[in-house]
């Protein structure tokens, strides 16, 4: 167990999605996969009681930036900023963070994030691949990590999947069970392992995840009927056929290279 002691009696709140990792293996498995190399700048989503924070730390990282949004676990994570100069603590919400101010900036990302952060969180952090952050390893929900890592033509398949297929790799790294966490969640773990290789400046189109979102707005809908007035173009028919797309193909079939040609075939006027 790798709980941190605090003489204060500290009360996880569910609105945080705090589920605190206390299993020295998978702790373990999470650092070795991250190979944290001396000038590794890293960050850190939802740092809790700072013991993912102080494996990272003792692994021998440039810097570490831990952003925490509930003040209480001050108690458990001023410690180590004293200890360790490399560390840098951000109170606050990380979907809404200014990681613009962070200098030097992260090239990696290693944290077990709240789980009812998981999407908004890696959409926003997909942003700063041209700055290069472009490795990404996180704990998040087996179902969630699914969705990540779906194929084409899947029931799981949705849009940040696609994102992550277009602009690298998504890997389940391994499943994780309720009880390496206090408190124990009520569903699976995953380890989720992103590599982003290609297309780094893609999400500084607006257009990009607008289409996305949209073409999955109703799944049992094809993809014509969802696309219907986006972008002011009220018959998609002709975009479609000229990307050799097929009209009555749904979101969840179509590849990522699909996605390329439709957004390559999109007026760039106006977004949703």
Known sequence: MLERSSPLLFRPKRRFGQNFLVDRGVLSEIVERAAIAPDDVLLEVGPGRGVLTGALLRAGCARLYAIEVDSRLKDYLEPLRASHPQLEIVWGDAVRADYGLLNPFPNKTVANIPYNITTPLIWRLLTFAPQGLTYHLYMVQKEAADRLTAPPDTKERYPLGVALEVMGR???????????????????????????????????????????????????????????????????????????????????????????????????????
């Open 170 to 272: 998504a890997t389940l790294a391994r499943r994780v069970s309720p009880g390496c966490f206090r408190p124990a969640p009520r569903v699976e773990s995953a380890l989720v392992e992103i590599v982003l290789e290609r297309d780094l400046h893609l999400m500084e189109d607006p257009l990009w995840p607008a289409l996305l979102h949209v073409g999955f707005r109703q799944r049992r809908k094809t993809l014509l009927n969802n696309l219907k007035g986006f972008a002011g173009i009220e018959d998609w028919r002709p975009l479609l056929d000229a990307a050799a797309i097929p009209s009555q193909i749904r979101a969840e079939d179509l590849s990522g290279e699909d996605w390329l040609r439709l957004i390559g075939q999109t007026p760039h006027v106006v977004s949703q």
